[in-house]
């Protein structure tokens, strides 16, 4: 079987040229509720469904289709990834991960990850958004188990004291000032948390609450990209309020932020 690492390096080779460029600067994967919004970054220049590149697994998620869009922002060129897939669907890790290490294959750099979550703090408003300033990962599983990459990738004993990059977060800021900042705390899913969950992962220092991203920020981090993770709080996490939860409020949520998380979208990579 193809080692994981092996795979994205032909999938990038493919992307390259089905999306004729030579290579990407920064990518961005857009979580539930960010897709509508990306439009404000601009026309893209080609669309390649991810089904067409090897070792991508299609989403089941509804509201996620599988596509690369590359588009150009400021001397920049940027691959959009939708279509995120999560280990609740079925999948290893590696094919988790397997979309961020194919672009960062392909030349990003840079890779802002971006998805919903619950929020613990009362304070944190549906609508609000958050910059990841590091993550418990509670998935019980690493996109770097398994055979050892090859010698050009590092060690997969790395490093991960600084996985959510201080400088990009300093940059959001100066894009947002209102944009605060959270560990966020990712499970497998799909079911949401129990209340008793939510208070242990508040006890050990979480704001945030969700189903993907951890994997893709590990996986990023060893290729050496610069990580940035956003969040859109689309509701209260379990047992913060008397409310249930429900997928449709969280998609909702998503809908309703879409202008401004596009026009968030947009003003960062300018600033990149
Ligand atoms: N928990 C887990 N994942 C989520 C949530 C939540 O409350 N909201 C959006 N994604």
Redesign the pocket.
């Known amino acids: 079987m193809t080692l994981p690492y092996e795979l994205a390096l032909q999938a990038a080779d493919e992307l390259r040229v089905r999306a004729g460029v030579d290579s990407y600067d920064v990518a961005v994967v857009l979580g539930?509720g960010w897709k509508e919004g990306a439009s404000a970054l601009g026309e893209p220049v080609s669309e390649v469904p991810s089904s067409t590149l090897r070792g991508f697994v299609a989403p089941t998620v509804e509201g996620h289709s599988g596509m690369i869009y590359t588009v150009k922002v400021a001397g920049h060129t940027v691959a959009l990834v939708s279509g995120r897939v999560h280990l609740y669907e079925g999948n290893t890790a590696a094919q988790v991960a397997h979309p961020v290490r194919t672009v960062i294959a392909a030349g990003a750099r840079t890779v802002i990850l971006t998805?919903?979550?619950?929020g613990l703090n009362p304070s944190l408003a549906p609508g609000s958004v958050v910059a990841i300033s590091d993550h418990l990962n509670l998935t019980a599983t690493s996109p770097l188990e398994g055979a050892s990459p090859p010698a050009s990738m590092g060690s997969r004993f790395v490093d991960l004291s600084d996985l959510y990059s201080a400088r990009l977060r300093a940059l959001v800021r100066s894009v947002d000032p209102r944009i605060t900042e959270g560990v966020y705390a990712g499970?497998r899913?799909p079911h949401?948390?129990t209340p008793a969950e939510i208070r242990m992962v508040g006890a050990l220092g979480a704001s945030l609450?969700?189903?993907s991203t951890v994997l893709e920020a590990i996986a990023a981090r060893h290729m050496n990209a610069e990580v940035l993770g956003l969040s859109l709080v689309?509701?209260y996490?379990?047992g913060v309020t008397d409310t249930p939860?429900n997928h449709l409020e969280?998609l909702e949520a998503g809908q309703s932020a879409a202008a401004s998380l596009g026009d968030l979208l947009a003003r960062l990579v300018h600033a990149l």
Do not use: K, P, Q, R
Request: aromatic share 12%; no cysteine; net charge negative.
């Open positions: 539930s998805n919903a979550a619950g499970f899913g949401y948390e609450v969700g189903m689309t509701n996490a379990a939860l969280v």
